[in-house]
């Protein structure tokens, strides 16, 4: 079944990469609009090999990990003060509905005159995209565990932090996870278009500088390689990472559909 | 002479929209060690309430429990309940997981290892042997009240609190459980106040059933069950007090 | 078994069909933006180095002496930006600097140079102290430009190459940013020590205290060059002869106009820039800032991206970056 659906999938990228150098054998589109398999397989290939994108995932990436890890601790410690305190729920609420909607490219103007164009500044563009998505998740996840779970913990002589380890963190897992997936997503945008939209952060730059930068110097099978990048990169963490956490838990424990 | 367990002129009421509703009134009774107390009433007389209360879970309004003189007062792992619902297992951990967590909460064995063996023999006692590696949502209703038994009695409680725990089962099955409580019962000598609004069970069950009436909840009579057991549901003795109890 | 074998027919026939399908919607349809017919669509970016377009657009001179032919103006936000809408055809004439159209004809961009347009102060500003000449410029400095391949970039490339012999020697150390962005990080006085900028961002950094100029355009390149130029694609200067000679003479009225009636050209430009009339006829006369539409200094932006990699090394002749010589000055 599993093997069947990988099987499909490669199928259909086959399909895909076959249309599209079809396309460009057809001579419909000048090769600056349209530029063939092999020249982008080249430039990635190129820009793999002289270690410059190698360098800018690697960055790309250890900001993106920071940025969530940062942000997993907040939210975490958000939801539960809003879970046990009214008024801190009540605040926190309110800084959910007025921080969630924002886009963080939108915030990036203000951003650089508070922390300058360096690495804070990406890294508060990511923590802002994942922290509220996570806060609300974790709250939905709190407030939705049954009662009978923590009379059951209660009743067995375990304390608060035996509770909140034992029980509450397990039980809200779902919705953690889909925070988490979430949160993803976003700040792996945020990230992106924050490299593109405001440049190099510091002298390596990240995957959406590398784009950036082949951008402005017109090498369109560069920018290619770059989305290729993008496109593998969310295929594995969502195939590989994300499927796998929930395959391991809340689908082996059956409670996520 | 001082009784083990006392309720002694338990009230509550609950607030429901706008005036204020009493559940229980005036409840009191006694319950000897190791004696299996049948509460039996029909739905709503808050047996359920009266139950939580003796688990601490929620306070009265006047009145309380006492234990051999003394006032006992919030949640403790000696009186354990086991619920009506299902789902008070813990769906993350396997049947055995959900076992090892009562002996793991109260610190009962020295290791890991002999904490499995332990938890293995109460899975045994309630003949699920061949389920340690399910979860629960892979359990059958019966099998899952078998494991939150087994949790209960790996914990090892003075008193078990049991709430209808067999409510929302099948004849059969539940007549198996009934026969298995007893045989657990008789053999690791625990206290026992069971919930039920099945008068029959209630009958092959209890040294004494407390029946209650609603509106608002108070007992109606305390009956004693003097029976041999293992009890026969169909001999006479067994339909006489069927008949007493009904007509209370 | 025929079942399955059925099946997989079916599967075989509606894979293929989808495969024609899609193949023959991308290749016969028009997926590249169509250009409407009779529409010459003209674009440039915010600056005043721009204020020419401005005039050309406001006093409608183009629209005036054209017929048949509709004229649509767009601003768009840099110059990658123009060029992909060039070359998706949606844009016919763009302004720029000398170096994205080279860059953009290396990489086979079928287009070339109309006219100049103007020639501008440009400045490398910091507000350290310490900091009096490039020699000065640490490892922990930020620059702020438009973008890599920006006439700034290049122009500090060259100033570097000069000084230091390395082209390269300040790349690691920029921060793509839009000037206005530029202009505030700079002024905000943090990470961003130093800001590469042009009119009229430059006449403001450079009546704020404490800032003071580095280097200067025509320093970095060793003499005068046009600092935006127009571009025309092939497909404009084949179809539209007339009015590309319109669009020269439209273009030579509004920089005349301009030079010769600054105060008026002031009280017009105001509307469109968030600038007040007094200051606009300050900055279009400033020293050093000239609208003229000769094009100066393509040899040696040429010759020296060439030497520093930035284009590739085949050779092109005038004839291959212009589309008419009257106004190339050597
Ligand atoms: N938290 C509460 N708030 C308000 N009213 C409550 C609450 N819990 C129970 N009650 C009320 O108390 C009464 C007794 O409830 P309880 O659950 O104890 O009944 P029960 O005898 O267990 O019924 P069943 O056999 O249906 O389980 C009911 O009328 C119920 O509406
Ligand atoms: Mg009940």
Redo the contacts with the bound molecule.
């Keep these: 079944m599993k093997n069947n659906k990988l099987l499909q999938r490669i199928f259909w990228l086959i399909f895909l990469v076959l249309i599209w150098q079809i396309v460009f054998w057809s001579g419909r589109f000048s090769p600056l609009v349209f530029p063939s398999l092999t020249t982008i397989i080249k430039a990635l290939a190129g820009s793999l090999y002289n270690g410059e994108l190698t360098q800018q995932l690697l960055f790309s990436l250890l900001i993106i990990s920071q940025g969530l890890l940062i942000s997993l601790v907040l939210a975490i410690f958000m939801a539960l003060a809003a879970h046990f305190s009214g008024i801190a729920a009540s605040l926190i609420d309110t800084l959910v509905a007025l921080a969630h909607p924002l886009p963080g490219i939108a915030l990036m103007p203000l951003v650089l005159i508070w922390f300058g164009a360096g690495r804070q500044a990406i890294l508060f563009v990511i923590i802002h995209s994942v922290l509220w998505p996570m806060v609300l998740n974790l709250r939905t996840g709190f407030s939705s565990i049954p009662d009978i779970y923590i009379l059951v913990g209660k009743n067995y002589g375990l304390d608060r932090l035996q509770i909140l380890i034992q029980i509450m963190a397990p039980a809200s897992l779902p919705y953690f996870l889909v925070g988490l997936k979430i949160g993803w997503a976003r700040s792996w945008r945020a990230l992106i278009s924050a490299e593109m939209l405001f440049g190099a952060v510091n002298s390596i730059g990240g995957l959406g500088w590398f784009i950036f930068q082949k951008r402005v110097f017109f090498d369109l099978p560069g920018v290619f390689a770059g989305i290729i990048v993008i496109i593998i990169i969310g295929i594995l963490v969502e195939d590989l990472i994300f499927n796998n956490i929930e395959n391991r838990t809340v689908k082996r424990w059956g409670m996520k559909s | 002479m001082m009784d083990y367990i006392a309720i002694k002129n338990i009230y509550k009421s609950?607030?429901?929209s706008d005036e204020r509703?009493v559940?229980l009134e005036n409840i009191n009774f006694s319950i000897e060690k190791r004696e299996l107390v049948a509460l039996l009433?029909?739905?709503?007389?808050?047996?359920?309430?009266?139950l939580k209360i003796i688990a601490g879970f929620i306070e009265t309004d006047t009145g309380g429990l006492y234990k051999n003189g003394e006032r006992l007062s919030g949640i403790s792992s000696n009186r354990i309940m086991v619920f009506?619902e299902f789902k008070q297992l813990f769906p993350w951990k396997t049947v055995l997981d959900n076992v090892i967590f009562a002996l793991e909460a109260k610190n009962i064995a020295k290791n890991p290892a002999e904490r499995e063996e332990m938890a293995r023999y109460f899975l045994e006692r309630v003949e699920l042997t061949d389920f340690f590696d399910y979860f629960p949502y892979q359990l059958s209703g019966g099998m899952k009240q078998r494991v939150a038994l087994a949790r209960t009695l790996a914990a090892d409680p003075e008193i078990m609190l049991m709430?209808?725990p067999f409510g929302s089962l099948d004849s059969q099955t539940r007549k198996n459980l009934q026969d298995l409580l007893i045989d657990i019962w008789q053999e690791a000598q625990k206290t026992i106040i069971f919930?039920t609004?099945d008068i029959e069970e209630a009958i092959v069950l209890a040294d004494r059933i407390v029946v209650m009436d609603?509106n608002p909840?108070r007992i109606k009579k305390i009956i004693n069950n003097n029976l041999e057991r293992p009890r026969n549901r169909a001999g006479i003795e067994f339909g006489e007090l069927y008949e007493t109890i009904t007509s209370v | 078994m025929i079942y399955f074998c059925k099946e997989s027919i079916k599967m075989k026939k509606l894979i293929s069909l989808s495969l024609i399908m899609i193949i023959s919607i991308f290749i016969f349809s028009g997926c590249t933006a169509e250009k409407v017919e009779n529409t010459i669509t003209i674009a440039d970016q915010y600056g005043l180095a721009y204020a020419p377009v401005q005039i050309m657009k406001d006093k409608e001179l183009l629209e005036n002496s054209t017929e048949n032919v509709k004229i649509k103006w767009k601003k768009l936000a840099n110059t990658a930006a123009i060029r992909e809408a060039m070359l998706a055809g949606e844009v016919d004439i763009g302004f720029m600097a000398i170096p994205p159209f080279l860059i953009g004809k290396d990489k086979g961009m079928e287009w070339k140079i109309i006219s100049g347009l103007s020639i501008c102060p440009l400045g490398l500003m910091t507000y350290k102290e310490s900091i009096k000449t490039l020699a000065d410029i640490s490892e922990n400095d930020r620059i702020a430009l438009p973008q890599p391949g920006s006439v700034q970039h290049i122009l500090l490339a060259m100033a570097a190459k000069r000084e230091f012999g390395n082209p390269a020697r300040f790349d690691n150390q920029l921060v793509t940013m839009a000037h206005p962005d530029g202009m505030n990080a700079l002024l905000s006085r943090k990470e961003i020590t130093i800001h590469f900028t042009s009119p009229p961002y430059i006449f403001k950094e450079s009546e704020e205290k404490g800032i003071h100029q580095i280097l200067n355009g025509i320093e970095a390149f060793g003499g005068e060059f046009s600092f935006i130029v127009g571009v025309g694609t092939e497909d404009f200067y084949n179809n539209y002869p007339e009015v590309y000679r319109v669009f020269l003479q439209s273009l030579e009225q509004s920089i005349e106009f301009i030079n010769s009636n600054p105060g008026q050209a002031a009280r017009l430009l105001t509307e469109n820039y968030d600038i007040s009339e007094i200051d606009l006829k300050k900055y279009i006369t400033w020293p050093g800032m000239n609208y003229d539409d000769k094009i100066r200094g393509l040899d040696d932006f040429f010759d020296f991206m060439q030497e520093a990699q930035y284009i590739g090394s085949k050779d092109m002749n005038i004839s291959q970056l212009l589309w008419e010589e009257d106004l190339y000055e050597k």
């Design positions: 609950y607030q429901q509703r559940v009433g029909p739905s709503g007389c808050g047996k359920t309430t009266l009506q709430d209808e919930v609004h609603k909840g």
